[in-house]
């Protein structure tokens, strides 16, 4: 079974000053990460300052959009099955989004997944992912 035909609505995130550009860029198709300057490490949410080392020198990388599932549950009872997962990013930090144009019952732990993008309900656009 695929989802394409039907998806659930999306809804739609809310957007903080420090997440703007992150949604902008969604809009556009891009995923963005942030990453430190000071620890040089990459994470997820879209935070002014580093949640590893606490440095405000943060910039904000174009990601490669590949990853892996981390985990996943299936949401069967929903009107419309959906896919909720933690995808760690290649860039080694792990996002929570939906796998969608799956069959639910083939996926596994460690699948390579790309990032695609969905229209949430009047907000943005959401990065989802979908298997490689
Ligand atoms: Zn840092």
Redesign the pocket.
Known sequence: MTMTAKEPKYVAPTVYPETQKYWDAASDGKLLVKR?L????HHHYPRES?P????ER?EWRDASGQGAIYSYSVMRRATVPYVIAYVTLAEGTTMMSNIVDCDPDKLRIGQPVTVTFRPSDGGPALPMFTPV
Request: aromatic residues 18%; charged residues 20%.
């Open positions: 430190c000071d620890c040089g490490e580093c590893f080392c606490f440095s943060t």
